[in-house]
T-cell receptor, first 116, second 116 residues
Framework: DQQVKQNSPSLSVQEGRISILNCDYTNSMFDYFLWYKKYPAEGPTFLISISSIKDKNEDGRFTVFLNKSAKHLSLHIVPSQPGDSAVYFCAAKGGAGGGSNYKLTFGKGTLLTVNP | EAGVVQSPRYKIIEKKQPVAFWCNPISGHNTLYWYRQNLGQGPELLIRYENEEAVDDSQLPKDRFSAERLKGVDSTLKIQPAELGDSAVYLC??????????????FGAGSRLTVL
């Protein structure tokens, strides 16, 4: 059972426009959410995060929104740049079970392509 | 500050052969993770160490996989014998203490395994 879902395998946007990447989760015990970016042949790198007690966190061109009632979060990139082209993973921390506060559960990722 | 270092970056072996991957986490990071990423999927946790103790290995296929972190610093993940389905990228990550690092895992570049 997949607890973190990214239902869009890919997204293509024009340079300068907004990119919106979506993520849904099923486990209401998750208390912290992160977005990672991954370039080919590299490991995932941390991008931005949000605690479950907040509904928005902003860092430069990147904003993450959290809707707890809908168990949904989204990553907005404005304006999008060609260098943003990568796979974006949504991850959640927490959940039931011992040690769950110290592991991340990942979605399958969304490939973002920003066209010049 | 050096990041998480993994080796080898690439490994091609025939099925039934053994293989080992090495990881050196960020200095001072007590928590070390091994994740496996299959093609088109997100990373999935194999094992988590707190210092030298394996505290979460429920997802590690123990019939063929083993891991160790003898001195609580670097770690080795071994597969013996390898099967075709083991082809994947093996990611090592470490986690620091205190805010904001406590919630963020830093990943290495990964070791890509191809089993023929």
């Amino acid at each position: 059972d997949q607890q973190v879902k990214q239902n869009s395998p890919s997204l293509s946007v024009q340079e300068g426009r907004i990119s919106i990447l979506n993520c849904d989760y099923t486990n209401s015990m998750f208390d912290y959410f992160l977005w990672y970016k991954k370039y080919p042949a590299e490991g995932p790198t941390f991008l931005i995060s949000i605690s479950s007690i907040k509904d928005k966190n902003e860092d430069g061109r990147f904003t993450v929104f959290l809707n707890k009632s809908a168990k949904h979060l989204s990553l907005h990139i404005v304006p999008s740049q060609p260098g943003d082209s990568a796979v974006y993973f949504c991850a959640a921390k927490g959940g039931a079970g011992g040690g769950s506060n110290y592991k991340l559960t990942f979605g399958k990722g969304t490939l973002l392509t920003v066209n010049p | 500050e050096a990041g998480v270092v993994q080796s080898p970056r690439y490994k091609i072996i025939e099925k039934k052969q053994p293989v080992a991957f090495w990881c050196n986490p960020i200095s001072g990071h007590n928590t070390l993770y091994w994740y496996r990423q299959n093609l088109g999927q997100g990373p999935e946790l194999l094992i988590r160490y707190e210092n030298e103790e394996a505290v979460d290995d429920s997802q590690l296929p123990k019939d063929r996989f083993s891991a160790e972190r003898l001195k609580g610093v670097d770690s080795t993940l071994k597969i013996q014998p390898a099967e075709l389905g083991d082809s994947a990228v093996y990611l090592c990550a470490s986690r620091g203490q205190g805010k904001p690092g406590a919630n963020v895992l830093t990943f290495g570049a990964g070791s890509r395994l191809t089993v023929l």
